[in-house]
Nanobody
Framework: QVQVVESGGGLVQPGGSLRLSCAAS????????MGWYRQAPRKERELVAG???????DYTDSVKGRFTISSDNAKNTVYLQMNSLKPEDTAVYYC????????????????WGQGTQVTVSS
């Protein structure tokens, strides 16, 4: 089994910063990709930032230049540094791991964090 635990989030004023962390533990053979998604009220969940095992990153246009995704592979942890936050960044943020649990199965599973609320408001 794999467990995914998020931390961080909270209330911040516009222009402020927050850092989200997310750690996976348990039966992990290899991690293929990690990402951060968010879902605002009455909106679809969207991919905010992603990082693949080779280290390449990608961001949705609205956060480019403000958010940075990074990882610590030794700790199976992914981070999202969010700077210059705007009210429209308000959402529940979810981390995601795409990983293989065993060496003999090629199946890549999707594992999600529990979600953490980020509220940007004055």
């Amino acid at each position: 089994q794999v467990q995914v635990v998020e931390s961080g989030g909270g209330l911040v004023q516009p222009g402020g910063s927050l850092r989200l962390s997310c750690a996976a533990s348990g039966r992990i053979f290899s991690i293929k990709a990690m990402g951060w998604y968010r879902q605002a009220p009455r909106k679809e969940r969207e991919l905010v930032a992603g990082i693949i095992s080779g280290g390449s990153t990608d961001y949705t246009d609205s956060v480019k230049g403000r958010f940075t995704i990074s990882s610590d592979n030794a700790k199976n942890t992914v981070y999202l540094q969010m700077n210059s936050l705007k009210p429209e960044d308000t959402a529940v943020y979810y981390c995601n791991f795409k990983l293989r649990s065993t060496s003999w199965s090629g199946v890549v599973g999707d594992y999600w964090g529990q979600g953490t609320q980020v509220t940007v408001s004055s």
